[in-house]
């Protein structure tokens, strides 16, 4: 059997404990590589030589059930918010019904201060408030109780395990009171049906406030998933013809006209028009295409009509492939979150030793009433010690902070990857295509006499030179609109130049070593060419029938923003240090331009990664920003790769990040979001450890010698529920994340 990956939908994982339990069932299951649950989505994801009735067989035998996910995302998605609207909507009608029983109780207690039993006519009454209470906890809070005995016979205990446990004493507890009072001091006679009452509804109201938070975290993912159209303009025949995007196939010539989304990646056939690729690459300025242009799903077809032809559909295209990876990355771990993880395999068994070692000692040297103060502290300790929040803290903010980096066009592979980014001191960075644009250009031409005349004669040159320099030339003379003669004769000598006659004249193009060897005369233009050179640009020399004509110089121009991105990201606190296979020269001309003091030259792909490696060996954190093939050595050994460069397929596949804008500004865009959610991480655990290291104590009553009261289960019920409500919301915050480049710009 093939390597798969299956995506399960889960129903009853409701904290840390339940994703240890379900990922623990998993990995004893032969043929399973990794097991993953996303308590956020409720979702797992298996991957390994396994059946998938196996994956669901083993997420049963653990006490939860599990169904496939839909194939296709966009339809999973909408499940999905179904069911989260029906799931809110059932836990506010638990919560109103539970609260509208529990809230006239708390009330009568506060104004009359009478819940206790003495007489046959309080045991009748109360005995009916118990029986009412009952069908709260039955109607209203029976998927904790069902839950926690699944837990119990698959010897786990969770969430629900202490809801259960704390609801069910109080009641049990107040239900003895109603039958057999005489068995209890008079001072112990105080019923606690609000408290099971009050606790299921707070509890309630708290997980619905949660589900309509979390729906809010899969906000990108949804953006993405919006972008695919649902069907396509097929040209067959000579006639259109609307089809469903799942009928397209490749070779097909599809039709987009203007305000239309492009619907699968493909290569412009007729037309031009401006596209707005924002969305995929965080690029806001619309990019001309034309015949011969890739186009992607996803992407604005702006003014134009275009006719493309399919090469990648489905799951091929690269908006496919962009949500599969945000998907998974939202489903990886961050390495903090590690010690989450630890904590609660222990928590849930824990908290019931202490909460019975409590009661054990109120029991044994509290004041009076000992049994009611014993009850108090019991439900208390069980109700506020749910670790949800726990289980809550890092998967929430790695869901947005994922999210908002697809946004932004920062593909973030896993959460490793988004956590180390946030610790780099160094970054080194290739020459070629990141800092410069990746392909030369002719950028100056000086002349005796006619500048326009000698770029004619130069190119027309040129076109019987495979040179990559010759291109350059080429290029400037096309973009000029000049006609181009032809040429005879034409020479190419070796580490020299070439030679050739265009319109009956000589001409000459290349090296000093050239027209010295020609016996042609320099006169001022070495100064000249020296000064080029200086800037990092390849000066060559022009003759023209004996006589010198002039100096061109041919360059890969530096990024527009590459000056701006170095120093934001020298801000950040990196030290930015430059390797490339070029020459000393120019490379320290570029670093010298863009204010960089580390610079490595004449580097194979090889010494790229071992200058990685020596950087790591010296106790650097070390980040790793080229174009993803050619630099794949020193990518892999970074802490974190950059892979630059409109999000090929190779750096998809192989970056630790993937930018899928041609600019190192993505990097300094990774580095602030990966700082931000990992402050965001580091703050949802912060409160989720104070909340349950100060709660317990205070639950068991540590303040009553001060204080004299103890803490009530009903304010435990109430702050248990919220912890994940503000978990929730403090990781839907990076919702609002913006780099720094672009609160500049709206400034």
């Given at each position: ?660 804008r041609s600019s190192l500004h993505g990097v300094a865009d990774a580095i602030e979001l990966s700082k931000a959610t990992l402050r965001n991480i580091k703050q949802n655990l912060f409160g989720a450890f104070v909340y349950n290291t100060l709660g ?52």
């Amino acid at each position: 059997m093939p390597n798969q990956k299956h995506v399960l939908t889960l129903r009853g994982a409701s904290c840390a404990g339940c994703v240890r339990k379900i990922e623990g069932a998993l990995e004893g299951v032969p043929g399973v590589e990794e097991a993953k649950v996303n308590l956020a989505e409720k979702t797992l994801t298996v991957t390994g030589e396994v059946d998938e009735k196996r994956c669901i067989e083993a997420v049963e035998n653990a006490g939860y059930g599990a169904e496939p996910a839909r194939p296709d995302p966009r339809e999973q998605r909408e499940l999905q918010k179904a069911e989260d609207h029906r799931h809110y909507r059932q836990l506010l009608w638990r919560c109103i019904a539970a609260l509208a029983v529990g809230l006239p109780l708390m009330a009568w207690g506060l104004i009359t201060g009478e819940m206790s039993v003495h007489t046959s006519g309080q045991q009748l009454a109360w005995g009916a408030v118990g029986l009412v209470t009952l069908g709260v906890m039955v109607f209203c809070g029976g998927h904790f109780y069902t839950g926690a005995w699944k837990a119990f016979r698959h010897h786990n205990a969770n969430m629900d395990t202490l809801i259960a446990l704390g609801t069910g004493a109080a009641w049990l507890y107040s239900m003895l009171v109603v039958l057999w009072p005489e068995l209890l001091p008079e001072t112990a006679r105080h019923v606690y049906f609000e408290a099971s009452a009050m606790i299921i509804g707070l509890i309630n109201l708290g997980q619905a406030l949660e589900v309509r938070a979390r729906g809010k975290t899969s906000a990108a993912v949804e953006k993405l998933l919006e972008l695919q159209d649902t069907s396509a303009r097929v040209l067959k025949n000579g006639e259109e013809q609307d089809v469903p995007l799942d009928a397209v196939q490749k070779g097909d010539r599809i039709r987009v006209r203007p305000g239309e989304k492009i619907p699968v990646d493909g290569t412009v056939d007729e037309g031009s028009s401006l596209v707005d690729e924002s969305m995929l690459s965080g690029e806001p300025v619309p990019v001309k295409k034309a015949s011969g242009d890739s186009v992607s799903a996803g992407t604005l077809n702006k003014n134009g009509t275009l006719v493309f032809v399919a090469e990648k559909v489905g799951a091929e295209t690269r908006l496919s492939q962009i949500i599969d990876m945000v998907r998974s990355a939202q489903n990886s771990r961050v390495p903090i979150a590690h010690l989450a993880d630890t904590i609660s395999a222990i928590f849930v068994p824990s908290v019931m030793i202490i909460a019975v070692v409590a009661a054990l000692v109120w029991y044994n040297v509290g004041p009076e009433p000992v049994a009611a103060h014993m009850l108090v502290v019991l439900i208390s300790v069980l109700i506020i010690a749910c670790p949800c929040a726990l289980g809550l803290a890092t998967p929430m903010s790695v869901m947005v902070g994922v999210g908002k980096g697809a946004e932004h066009g920062v593909l973030i592979r896993n959460g490793k990857a988004l956590q180390q980014a946030s610790n780099l001191d160094t970054l080194v960075v290739d020459k070629t295509g990141t800092l410069t644009e990746g392909a030369p250009k002719l950028t100056d031409i000086e002349a005796d006499s006619d500048k326009e005349e000698l770029l004619k004669l130069l190119a027309a040159l040129e076109t019987g030179s495979e040179h990559p320099l010759a291109e350059a030339i080429l290029q400037a003379a096309k973009d000029k609109g000049l006609e181009l003669p032809g040429v005879n004769e034409f020479e190419a000598i070796t580490a020299h130049g070439v030679r050739g006659k265009v319109d009956g004249r000589t001409v000459l193009l290349g090296n000093r070593k050239l027209l010295e060897k020609e016996n042609i005369e320099l006169h001022d233009w070495p100064a000249r060419a020296e000064e080029l050179a200086e800037k990092g640009r390849t000066a060559m020399y022009a003759a023209v029938d004996g006589r010198i004509a002039g100096v061109i110089a041919v360059a890969d121009p530096i990024r527009e923003d590459a000056k701006e991105a170095v120093a934001r990201l020298q801000k950040l606190g990196l030290r930015v240090q430059m390797l490339t296979g070029d020459n000393h020269a120019t490379a320290k001309a570029v670093a010298k331009q863009l204010n960089i003091d580390d610079v490595h030259a004449d580097l194979q792909p090889e010494d790229k990664e071992k200058l990685v490696a020596k950087l790591q060996q010296n106790g650097k954190r070390v980040g790793m920003a080229g174009d993803g093939i050619n630099d794949a050595p020193a990518l892999a050994r970074a802490d974190v790769g950059f892979a630059i460069g409109a999000g090929t397929d190779v750096a998809i596949e192989t970056a630790d990040v993937t930018l899928m804008r041609s600019s190192l500004h993505g990097v300094a865009d990774a580095i602030e979001l990966s700082k931000a959610t990992l402050r965001n991480i580091k703050q949802n655990l912060f409160g989720a450890f104070v909340y349950n290291t100060l709660g317990i104590p205070i639950a068991a009553g540590v303040l009553y010698p001060f204080t004299g009261a103890l803490l009530s289960p009903l304010i435990a019920g109430a702050a248990m529920a919220f912890s994940s409500v503000t978990v929730v919301s403090n990781a839907n915050r990076l919702r609002f994340f913006k780099p720094s480049q672009i609160k500049e710009v709206q400034s």
